[in-house]
């Protein structure tokens, strides 16, 4: 069975200014009656959704919500704490009685003013061609709200929108996240597999030979770190004005070159027919232990976005894709398989201490992930062995 592969599609609405003051007015109040049921919800301990709609629906129905809108501010809610208690029982917040998880646990969840609301299509309707929606607020139902995204999103939109989508104000713009579900490619079976080695100094290498070198994105970081840190110290209204006006720039840019790199992976897999191998890096953050320096680079580096593109385009394009445990791979000779910690001589030179091979180390690490892949491919595959007649 092809299972679809669910993206999001970010539209950018376009109101005339009655109808912007009725979505900010909206957004507005709906979080803070999502405030409200989260202190219901904490102060009762409400298990259940359905339980805690018996004590909050009556009141969100006074306050002007429609029916659905009011289902969805419960949900919301309860969505919440279902991800925080899992992070909980994860050890995500810290081990029981760590001043994380105490924090986590000792009050109820908040949210922003201009937090995410769920619209259905019971509240939302789109008109693709005339590129509109009509969607409900505290004000009533608005019509002819135009919106702008590029004709590629246009066209995702039409084909393949499903389920839920959500409002969200960002620096007094209004946005709609659509959710697409998108089929997935028939999964093919791969020749061989494509090993790729993660990293600060080279974000990523493949046994391939391609490279996507981090050091015009790390100088890039520290610019944008030192720009901050000049403007925060200034304190000036026009120096929190460069502040706002220039927030998430860095976050955008990162995003982009992670679209490209992935892009680039995953194509070089799909023409040459064959699997990727990743790393699996879950839980990096709290193994690794780096001195005070090398903290920024680590900590703001998106390892799981990049994970995340490269898999959700792999789907999309039916190229197989398999995790490894990187445990050592850095030390281990991709050609004799010998292992040992002063193989590795610097940052960017392996020397085998065995074979005396001499290879740059992330290529060395990228070959050693892609023989590992071949090895929880063939290990995990169905059997081609016909049945006994």
């Not at 376009?14 to 912007?20: I, V, Y």
């Not at 499903?162 to 791969?190: H, N, V």
């Not at 059997?383 to 006994?388: G, K, L």
């Given at each position: 069975?092809i299972?679809?592969?669910?993206?999001?599609?970010?539209v950018?609405l376009?109101?005339?200014?009655?109808?912007?003051a009725?979505l900010?007015?909206?957004?507005r109040?709906?979080?803070d009656?999502?405030?409200?049921?989260?202190?219901v919800?904490?102060a009762?301990?409400?298990?259940?959704?359905?339980?805690?709609?018996?004590h909050t629906?009556?009141?969100?129905?006074?306050?002007?919500?429609?029916?659905?809108?009011?289902?969805?501010?419960?949900?919301k809610v309860?969505?919440a704490?279902?991800?925080?208690?899992?992070?909980?029982?994860?050890?995500?917040?810290?081990?029981?009685?760590s001043?994380?998880?105490?924090?986590?646990e000792?009050?109820?969840?908040?949210?922003?003013?201009?937090?995410?609301?769920?619209?259905?299509?019971?509240?939302?309707?789109?008109?693709?061609?005339?590129?509109?929606?009509?969607?409900?607020t505290?004000?009533?139902?608005?019509?002819?709200v135009?919106?702008?995204?590029s004709?590629?999103?246009?066209?995702?939109?039409r084909?393949?929108?499903?389920?839920?989508?959500?409002?969200?104000?960002?620096?007094?713009?209004?946005?709609?996240?659509?959710?697409?579900?998108?089929?997935?490619?028939?999964?093919?079976?791969?020749d061989?597999?494509?090993?790729?080695?993660?990293?600060?100094?080279?974000i990523?290498t493949t046994?391939?030979?391609?490279?996507?070198?981090?050091?015009?994105?790390?100088?890039?970081?520290?610019?944008?770190?030192?720009?901050r840190?000049k403007l925060?110290?200034?304190?000036?209204k026009?120096?929190?004005?460069?502040?706002?006006?220039?927030s998430?720039?860095?976050?955008r840019?990162?995003?982009?070159?992670?679209?490209?790199?992935?892009k680039?992976?995953?194509?070089?897999?799909?023409?040459?027919?064959?699997g990727?191998?990743l790393?699996?890096l879950?839980?990096?953050?709290?193994?690794v232990?780096?001195?005070k320096?090398?903290?920024?680079?680590?900590?703001s580096?998106?390892?799981?976005?990049?994970g995340?593109?490269?898999v959700?385009?792999a789907?999309r394009?039916?190229?197989?894709?398999?995790?490894?445990?990187p445990?050592?791979?850095?030390?281990?000779?991709?050609?004799?398989?010998h292992?040992d910690?002063?193989?590795?001589?610097?940052?960017?030179?392996?020397?085998c201490?065995s074979?005396?091979?001499?290879?740059h180390?992330?290529?060395?690490?990228?070959?050693?992930?892609a023989?590992?892949?071949?090895?929880?491919?063939?290990?995990?595959?169905e059997?081609?062995?016909?049945?006994?007649p």
């Open positions: 069975m299972t679809p592969v669910k993206i999001v599609v970010p950018k376009m109101p005339e200014a009655d109808q912007a009725a900010s007015a909206t957004v109040t709906v979080n009656l999502a405030c409200w049921v989260s202190e919800a904490f009762n301990d409400v298990p259940r959704e359905y339980e805690l709609r018996k629906y009556a009141h969100l129905k006074e306050q002007g919500l429609g029916a659905q809108a009011a289902q969805h501010v419960i949900k309860r969505d704490y279902t991800t925080l208690h899992a992070n909980i029982r994860a050890g995500n917040l810290g081990k029981s009685g001043k994380r998880r105490l924090r986590a000792s009050k109820p969840i908040m949210f922003r003013p201009e937090s995410a609301q769920p619209y259905d299509d019971r509240c939302l309707s789109w008109q693709m061609d005339a590129q509109t929606v009509s969607i409900w505290t004000a009533g139902r608005i019509k002819n135009r919106f702008a995204c004709t590629h999103a246009l066209k995702t939109l084909e393949y929108r499903k389920g839920e989508s959500d409002l969200i104000e960002r620096d007094g713009a209004f946005y709609l996240i659509a959710t697409c579900e998108i089929p997935e490619a028939e999964q093919y079976e791969p061989h597999f494509i090993g790729v080695d993660l990293g600060i100094v080279n990523a046994s391939t030979g391609y490279q996507a070198a981090g050091r015009q994105l790390n100088r890039y970081r520290k610019r944008q770190l030192a720009l840190a925060q110290k200034k304190r000036t026009s120096a929190k004005r460069r502040l706002k006006e220039r998430r720039r860095e976050q840019h990162v995003k982009n070159t992670n679209h490209i790199i992935a680039t992976i995953v194509t070089e897999a799909e023409r040459t027919f064959a990727l191998c790393e699996e879950k839980g990096i953050r709290q193994r232990r780096l001195r320096p090398q903290r920024v680079a680590l900590h580096w998106a390892f799981a976005q990049l995340e593109f490269i959700y385009k789907r394009a039916g190229v197989p894709v398999v995790y490894v445990d445990a050592y791979s850095s030390r281990e000779c991709a050609h004799c398989g292992v910690r002063l193989n590795r001589t610097s940052q960017a030179t392996f020397v201490r074979c005396g091979v001499v290879a180390a992330d290529r060395n690490a990228s070959h050693v992930l023989r590992r892949g071949e090895n929880v491919w063939t290990a995990g595959r059997s081609r062995v016909p049945a006994t």
